[in-house]
């Protein structure tokens, strides 16, 4: 059983920049696949970003290319999602999840196995 644990939310500007960080325990980290999903209030969950057990490969949400990067750090069980040029529509609660399926990159939740409770943010106009 693996738990996670987001940080790093909080209320900025459009425009600006922030690096959400998931921690994980109970499991051996680098067994597994990770992945950023977040979720607006009224809307589905929507994919982020994800990165395999080793950081090779890496995807992400069409929403998000070239202004959000994943990457993680097996020896502190951590993976970070640095977030550039913020705008209102990525206000959400992000999630961070863990697949077993650590060679593979997915897009699609139900892929996922572990999930952490979520941090929240707010991006102002």
């Known amino acids: 059983q693996v738990q996670l644990v987001e940080s790093g939310g909080g209320l900025v500007q459009a425009g600006g920049s922030l690096r959400l960080s998931c921690v994980g325990s109970g499991g051996t980290f680098s067994n597994y696949a990770m992945g950023w999903f977040r979720q607006a209030p009224g809307k589905e969950r929507e994919f982020v970003a994800a990165i395999s057990w080793g950081g090779g490969s890496t995807t992400y949400g069409d929403s998000v290319k070239g202004r959000f990067t994943i990457s993680r750090d097996n020896a502190k069980k951590t993976v970070h999602l640095r977030m550039n040029s913020l705008k209102p529509e990525d206000t959400a609660v992000f999630y961070c999840?863990?697949?077993?399926?650590?060679?593979?990159?997915?897009?699609?939740?139900?892929?996922?196995?572990?999930w952490g409770h979520g941090t929240q943010v707010t991006v102002s106009s």
């Open positions: 999840a863990a697949s077993k399926k650590k060679y593979y990159v997915t897009a699609v939740h139900t892929e996922y196995d572990y």
